[in-house]
């Protein structure tokens, strides 16, 4: 019997649209008097690209000064890759402005990462008046990449009429978990029971399993305490655990972030690091004025550098938030308790924008109010201790 061989090159065209709301648009076009640009989130087009949209409020070049100038810059890519791009401005319903739309029409080669398309005389600044909301605007970023792919085959593949449905090993397991059916371990958790499979724990965490298995006294124990921890969060960290998911969010964000917070600290006590990842991921994308600093404090804590980052850039990237963080509880016992961290905010303060003197200033004089009214009932070392770290970061 005859083989045949064959092979097809696909045109792929992925496309995504990346919306960039401007906030503040007057502070950042008054403390940004060099032309200095501000960049978005990074954003995947396709499986193959990553990207960011520059915004430059003060223009790119002395002849773009009184314009809004935007970029898209490709950060990463697997090989040289064609595209288009184009810009627009939204209105306060999302629809696009016609009259400030802008593309680059034909289909350009990015060679490789840091290449970008850029678009110098954007918006006049005149004309943004009719969209500016609040001192607010948004800007649309769609990127169309030309990926051709080629598939060979040595022979014509069978076709099949199977369609395979994803895994459904985490049901089966979260019904293990709710049934306990062969559990061969108890946990005793603030007066609740829950029962385990010790094989399960021990290959999910490197701290279950020399609890369980190693010379650890809970090793033979049928019944195992954990102290400083809640029934509610232990809960969620064995669905974890069984998994590898977490309950749907609660309405509440203030629940999701707390939370979140309390496994953190949890995945960090069992050494599961996916779990601290997605932990830090919920904070990262549910951080208010309200939860920032206990957020940072535990960062800090951790050592989760990427969530330290996202603090910082959410008090630096506006005042407004920045001044409403500073008026709460939490900020003044993050500034009691980490001295150093208020230090390091400052300094990032300080070489985000020359003009930001003011708040540095102001936020300086708080943290010496603030160590000055704790020290007062200190011990001495820890009063001579504050005071110096005060005094530093003047």
Not at 20 to 32: A, F, H, T, V
């Amino acid at each position: 019997m005859a083989s045949a061989s064959a092979s097809s090159i696909c045109a792929s065209t992925p496309r995504t649209c990346h919306v960039l709301k401007i906030q503040g648009y007057s502070w950042m076009r008054k403390s940004n008097p060099n032309r200095c640009g501000v960049s978005s989130a990074s954003f995947r087009v396709g499986d193959r690209t990553r990207w960011h949209v520059g915004f430059y409020p003060s223009g790119t070049t002395p002849e773009t000064t009184g314009f809004v100038s935007v970029k898209a810059v490709l950060d990463a890519a697997y090989a040289a890759i064609k595209a288009v791009v184009a810009f627009d401005v939204l209105d306060h319903h999302g629809h696009p402005v016609p009259r400030f739309a802008r593309t680059s029409g034909e289909v350009r080669e990015f060679a490789a990462a840091g290449a970008y398309w850029s678009c110098d005389d954007f918006v006049e600044e005149r004309h943004l008046l009719n969209v500016l909301k609040d001192d607010c605007f948004t800007v649309r970023c769609s990127i169309t990449v030309i990926e051709i792919l080629a598939y060979e085959y040595d022979s014509v593949p069978p076709r099949s009429l199977v369609v395979v449905p994803p895994s459904d090993s985490p049901h089966h397991f979260r019904g293990l978990l709710r049934s306990g059916e062969g559990a061969d371990v108890m946990f005793r958790v603030a007066g609740e029971t829950f029962a385990a499979h010790r094989c399960v724990l021990a290959a999910r965490s490197p701290v279950f399993r020399a609890e369980l298995y190693g010379a650890m006294k809970e090793s033979t124990a049928d019944c195992v305490h954990i102290h400083g921890m809640r029934p509610e969060v232990f809960r969620h960290l064995l669905h974890f655990v069984y998994t590898d998911s977490l309950p749907d969010e609660e309405d509440d964000d203030d629940g999701v972030v707390a939370m979140a917070q309390h496994l953190m600290e949890a995945a960090d006590r069992y050494g599961m690091e996916r779990l601290k990842l997605v932990c830090e991921h919920r904070l990262c994308t549910h951080m208010d004025v309200s939860t920032v600093a206990t957020t940072l404090a535990l960062a800090e804590q951790h050592h989760c550098q990427g969530l330290k980052d996202a603090c910082f850039d959410f008090l630096i990237n506006s005042p407004a938030k920045l001044d409403e963080a500073m008026a709460t509880h939490d900020f003044d016992h993050l500034s009691q308790t980490c001295p150093a961290l208020l230090k390091e905010l400052m300094s990032k303060l300080a070489t985000h924008s020359s003009t930001l003197t003011e708040k540095v200033a102001q936020l300086s004089a708080y943290k010496k109010r603030v160590v000055s009214a704790y020290a007062k009932t200190s011990n001495k070392k820890k009063r001579r201790r504050l005071i110096a770290d005060a005094d530093s970061t003047s």
